[in-house]
Structures are given as structure tokens and as C-alpha cells.
């Protein structure tokens, strides 16, 4: 099982169906708060949006929905998908252990599923 979790709803639909199509369930969430509740469902991955806006609603962004992830599960693989190419912040989420960041642009559907499949692949060395 993989957690979605993005304040797009169409984004979240089109990274839905591409994990369905190669055969991998999913489970959708708006924000990072959300997906922080239902983190004893013990998901294989995590694919976060960096970025969230909810009205005048403070919520989480992702580099804290990430460290509060690592404290619950400092080995679950994590996905960042962002609109935005920040050096300073893919720095901070390196640190913090995250597979892979993807920015959204027309191409990264398939860098996501690309990454999704080699995060979920065993190691043959071990």
C-alpha cells in the first residue's frame, strides 16, 4: 500500500491511476495531517507533496509532515513531489532520508513511476 498525500485532487487521481495500472494500491490524502493518523496502517511508501494550502487553515508542509513520518518510522521510504525547485529545501529533505524528488511538470509521471518501482524493489546485493 502507498500513501498519497496531496492538496490536489488531480494530481492525486492521475498518480492513482498510474499505481493501479502497474498493479499497486493506493490510499489518497488531502494532507499531511491526515496521512499522519493513519500511519499504523504501515504503508511500503509514502509519495508527499511538499507544498499544502488550505484556505486561511494553517496545516503542516511537507518537510514537517516528513520529520513527524521519521519519528513514527524512520525506514519507510518517502517520495517529495513539488511545483517548485529549491536547493535549500531538497537539501533539508536529503537529510531526512527521502527517496526521491520529483517536480511536477508534464513529465513527472513517469519519474514517479520509475521511482516508485525501484523504491519498492529488493536489494539484489543483500
Known amino acids: 500500500m502507498i500513501f498519497i498525500v496531496d492538496d490536489d485532487l488531480l494530481v492525486q487521481k492521475l498518480i492513482d491511476v498510474e499505481l493501479r ?6 490510499m489518497c490524502f488531502d494532507y499531511g495531517e ?12 509514502i509519495i508527499l507533496d511538499y507544498i499544502f494550502v488550505k484556505g486561511s487553515t494553517p496545516v503542516l508542509g511537507g518537510l514537517e509532515i516528513l520529520r513527524k513520518i521519521r519519528e513514527y518510522d524512520e525506514h519507510v521510504p ?5 511545483g517548485q ?3 535549500n529545501a ?3 529533505l536529503i537529510k531526512l532520508g527521502i527517496e526521491e524528488y520529483i ?3 508534464k513529465n513527472f509521471l513517469g519519474r514517479l513511476k520509475e521511482a ?7 536489494d539484489s546485493t543483500s
Open 21 to 26: 495500472s502497474i498493479k499497486i494500491e493506493s
Open 34 to 45: 491526515d496521512c499522519l493518523n493513519e500511519l499504523s496502517l504501515r504503508p511500503d511508501l
Open 78 to 82: 518517502v517520495i517529495i513531489l513539488s
Open 85 to 87: 525547485d529549491s536547493g
Open 90 to 92: 531538497v537539501l533539508d
Open 103 to 105: 517536480i511536477k511538470d
Open 116 to 122: 516508485v518501482l525501484s523504491a519498492l524493489t529488493p
